[in-house]
Nanobody, 127 residues
Framework: QVQLLESGGGLVQAGGSLRLSCAAT????????MGWFRQAPGKEREFVAA????????FYADSVKGRINISRDNAKNTVYLQMNNLRPEDTAVYYC????????????????????WGQGTQVTVSS
């Protein structure tokens, strides 16, 4: 497992942008597929975006497609979530997750597929 620490959350007006970062410990970061999830008050934690080990493949929830971009820098052991044109409904705690992947073909979009999670970072979008 890896240890994950998110940062970059905050308060932003609707239409604004934020970039979240997730720093991972360990020397084998490039063996892990990564994902971002979010959880709004009173709701289930939901999938946002996923990225393969190399970063060559990505996948997005329909609700964020076209507004959010996931990327990673394996040299820095960091995965990013660039969020643009934010909406009040994007307000949530955002969590970074990791799962060891034995091939660059793997992407994971279900919570149960991930075995390492960060503590989360709050994103609040005001209208």
């Amino acid at each position: 497992q890896v240890q994950l620490l998110e940062s970059g959350g905050g308060l932003v007006q609707a239409g604004g942008s934020l970039r979240l970062s997730c720093a991972a410990t360990g020397r084998t970061f490039n063996n892990y597929a990564m994902g971002w999830f979010r959880q709004a008050p009173g709701k289930e934690r939901e999938f946002v975006a996923a990225i393969s080990r190399s970063g060559g493949s990505t996948f997005y929830a329909d609700s964020v497609k076209g507004r959010i971009n996931i990327s990673r820098d394996n040299a820095k052991n960091t995965v990013y979530l660039q969020m643009n044109n934010l909406r009040p409904e994007d307000t949530a705690v955002y969590y970074c997750a990791a799962n060891r992947a034995y091939s660059d073909s793997y992407l994971f979009i279900r919570r149960v597929q991930y075995d390492s999670w960060g503590q989360g970072t709050q994103v609040t979008v005001s209208s």
